[in-house]
């Protein structure tokens, strides 16, 4: 009668840190999709600036002759730096948007896991408290894929809309300068 009351509870301890194990490893899986989105939107955006700073800096170099007179010139300057600013503007909200998104994701998560560890605590046999682990892992498993190609999309979308006003002006300015050497 003592080894049936001794191992009830070890069989407890033993969920308990099977779940906390699940728990964990539910984080850094989160915590990893947030750091490779974090940096994939990033590289993305910081890579597109400098592709377009390079492309104007050359254009400028290259064509002075392009430019009639000196407010041509300060106008030009003013609508790259303006381009150079929308960009940004709609960096930071993206990445706010994500932020957010991640938050959510990992809130959740956590909402799940305290249920989670209830109810494994609440099974009345260890067979039960596997099924239900079992089970619960694989939905996790399916969130977090979808969860990931979520976040993936949000990146892409972010690199791409806050690039779009450079790319914008360096089409200009490549379409000015040819027109201007042709001529």
Known sequence: MTTTKKTAPKAATNATETV?????AGKETVE?????STEAATKGVEKAVAVGQEQVAAAVKAGTEAFKNYEEVIAFGKENVDAVVQSNA?????????N?????LAQAALEQN???TKKVLGCKTVQEAVALQ???MKA????AVTESRKITDMTVKLAE???APIAKRVNFTVEKFTKELAA
Do not use: H, M, P, R
């Not at 960096?91 to 994500?98: A, H, I, N, P, R």
């Not at 996790?140 to 969130?143: I, P, Q, T």
């Open 20 to 24: 906390e194990a699940a728990v964990a």
């Open 114 to 116: 305290a249920e989670l």
């Open 161 to 163: 809309d806050a690039s």
């Open 140 to 143: 996790n498993y399916d969130k």
């Open 90 to 98: 709609l960096f930071v909200k993206g990445v706010q948007s994500l």
């Open 32 to 36: 990893t999709v947030v750091k490779v």
């Open 100 to 104: 957010q998104e991640i938050f959510a």
């Open 134 to 136: 079992s089970d619960v």
